[in-house]
């Protein structure tokens, strides 16, 4: 019964230094392994963050690319030359560009809502200047189409429109629906994607009018 006394507290002395033993050892093979993984879960790249993250694009990046134009401005304007305007600008917004008319400008001779086309020439005559004059020596200015050239299918306005043969008020506005909703006409066939235009239509204006 003595021996087992003095033996007891042998096993429980054992029985503490097995389990620092224990503790020790699992955290020399255990703790390194963890704190390790968790360093590399940290540099972890998924492939879709890898993909999106070199061609990540800001929105200032898709902007629409807008085409340009080149436009000569000439007359009665504070600034003549060469001026560059947006697709779907007006005249009235190019000669915005050149400063505006001068105090002798005449604009009750030009379009003011006609779009701008690229190598278009605007010119803007003074009120000495008679209508029938600058026909004869300007005929491919804004606002003023020569009946041998033919009309400017792009930025006629609906009275212009309307001097072609067959083509009435209400086609004239269907054209230029058309041409708003879809942009300038790219050939003389898409001119008969216009409601009421068909092909006999096109045959009698076809000859009589310009795309560009």
Not at 29 to 41: D, H, Q, V
Not at 47 to 73: L, M, R
Not at 94 to 111: M, R, V
Request: glycine share 10%; aromatic share 8%.
């Amino acid at each position: 019964m003595n021996v087992l006394k003095d033996r007891l507290p042998q096993k429980g002395i054992f029985m503490i230094i097995g389990g620092a033993v224990s503790v020790t050892l699992f955290l020399i093979f255990f703790l390194p392994a963890g704190e390790k993984g968790e360093s590399e879960a940290e540099h972890v790249v998924f492939p879709w963050e890898e993909e999106t993250g070199e061609e990540e694009v800001s929105d200032s990046q898709i902007a629409f690319k807008q085409e340009t134009f080149i436009v000569d401005i000439k007359g009665e304007v504070v600034n003549t030359g060469i001026y560059t305007v947006e697709e779907g600008e007006r005249v009235q917004d190019a000669i915005l560009k050149a400063g505006g008319f001068t105090g002798n400008a005449n604009d009750k001779l030009i379009n003011l809502a006609e779009r701008c086309y690229d190598e278009m020439v605007i010119y803007v005559p003074s009120m000495d200047e008679e209508y029938e004059n600058i026909l004869s020596s300007s005929p491919a200015q804004t606002g003023l189409p020569s009946q041998q050239e033919g009309i400017l299918i792009n930025s006629a306005s609906a009275e212009e429109l309307t001097a072609l043969p067959g083509i009435g008020p209400a086609k004239a506005d269907a054209i230029i629906n058309y041409r708003d909703e879809n942009g300038p006409f790219k050939s003389g066939e898409e001119l008969k994607e216009v409601p009421g235009i068909g092909e006999k239509t096109l045959e009698n204006i076809v000859d009589k009018i310009i795309i560009r």
